[in-house]
Each structure stands twice: as C-alpha cells, then as structure tokens.
T-cell receptor
Framework: DTEVTQTPKHLVMGMTNKKSLKCEQH?????MYWYKQKAKKPPELMFV???????INESVPSRFSPECPNSSLLNLHLHALQPEDSALYLC???????????????FGPGTRLTVL | LAKTTQPISMDSYEGQEVNITCSHN???????ITWYQQFPSQGPRFIIQ???TKVTNEVASLFIPADRKSSTLSLPRVSLSDTAVYYCLVGDPYGQNFVFGPGTRLSVLP
C-alpha cells in the first residue's frame, strides 16, 4: 500500500468554526508533513513530524494545531481561521532514513479548504 | 536552504524531448536534487532524485553538472498526459526540510 489518504476532500467552514483534517498512511513511514498550497503557487511546508514528535514548525499561526496520535495518523486542527487560509492542504509521508529513494515524499490528494 | 529558479512555463509537442533546467547556485554539500510532478487538484508525485552526474529511471533522466549549481530534468517523448507543473527541490533529505521551487508549467500540445 503506497497511498496517503486525506479526509475530507473538501471543507467549507466559517471563521468561528473548529474543524480537523485527517491524514493516514500505512507504509511504515516515520516522517509526516503538512503543506499549504495556494492556487498557482508551490506547496509551502507547515509542519514536520518525525517519529511522532514535532520536528519542524515553519512559524505557522497558532490557529493551526497539528497532532500525531500514532505513526500512521496525522491531524491538523483548525480554529478561528481567516479567509486567506483558504487553500489546498496537502499531507505527505517519507521514510526517515535511507532505504529506497532518500527523502522521497508520498503525497495525499489534499483537502480543499474554503473559509467564509 | 538553497533557493531554486526555474522557467515559469514551457510549451512542447507530443513526441518531443523536453528539458527543464533548475538553477540552485547555493546548493549545500548534503543537498540532493529532487523533481516532482503535480497535476491539478492532486498532490505532487516523485519523478526522480540525484546527487551528482546522471540518473535515469523509467520516466525521466536527471543531469547534474560537476559544480551542482544547476540540474536538468529530461522527459523523453512527451505525451499530452505529461501536461503538469514540475517542481525542482533542493535540500537535505535527512533534515526532512525541502523547499519547493516556483515550478515550471509544461503544456504539451498535440
């Protein structure tokens, strides 16, 4: 199974709502990532988890809260978002150490988020 | 993190070879060069990765000169389905921190 799944595919939320994005992989990868992608722009790294510990936080506002409950699951909790946070949110995973292609990231299809 | 530059867009015709060059003048010793392909409303997909010289797989080749300050992704005999955005990334994979370049929008015409 070389698939990263993300739910939901689409999400519309108001600025006062609390919602969560979910990402799952069963490839035994120990690194998982959240990216944000605006239209016609490259993905921007938000968070990296390595062995279920947050290893990189790219100065993301606190209204985005990541969580890694176990090695297969990654959540992104959303609260009090702004309309400019509307984007495609991508999850990815990779092997932490060499084995196969070093650093190759497997991406999910993304969640299209619209904040009203 | 090494900053990369790529052409914003390229056009090609079916059956032609396409070469997309990425510049990364301040690449570090530990950095690898990785290329991803992205179709609309999908996540990026790994194409190829290299450190130096030439790497070839079933879909592409990657040419890296000795100074490693640039790299060229070569797609042989493109088809309409190769129309996508191609991203060059430079970074230390063990640091788990890659920065996507601006991307090159390739349009393959019939």
């Amino acid at each position: 199974d070389t698939e990263v799944t993300q739910t939901p595919k689409h999400l519309v939320m108001g600025m006062t709502n609390k919602k969560s994005l979910k990402c799952e992989q069963h490839m035994g990868h120990r690194a998982m990532y959240w990216y944000k992608q605006k239209a016609k722009k490259p993905p921007e790294l938000m968070f990296v988890y390595s062995y279920e510990k947050l290893s990189i936080n790219e100065s993301v506002p606190s209204r985005f809260s990541p969580e890694c409950p176990n090695s297969s699951l990654l959540n992104l909790h959303l609260h009090a978002l702004q309309p400019e946070d509307s984007a495609l949110y991508l999850c990815a995973s990779s092997q932490d150490k060499a084995g196969g292609r070093v650093g190759e990231q497997f991406f999910g299809p993304g969640t299209r988020l619209t904040v009203l | 993190l090494a900053k990369t530059t790529q052409p914003i867009s390229m056009d090609s015709y079916e059956g032609q070879e396409v070469n997309i060059t990425c510049s990364h003048n301040n690449i570090a010793t530990n950095d690898y060069i990785t290329w991803y392909q992205q179709f609309p409303s999908q996540g990026p997909r790994f194409i190829i990765q290299g450190y130096k010289t030439k790497v070839t797989n079933e879909v592409a080749s990657l040419f890296i000169p000795a100074d490693r300050k640039s790299s060229t992704l070569s797609l042989p005999r493109v088809s309409l389905s190769d129309t996508a955005v191609y991203y060059c990334l430079v970074g230390d994979p063990y640091g788990q921190n890659f920065v996507f370049g601006p991307g090159t929008r390739l349009s393959v015409l019939p």
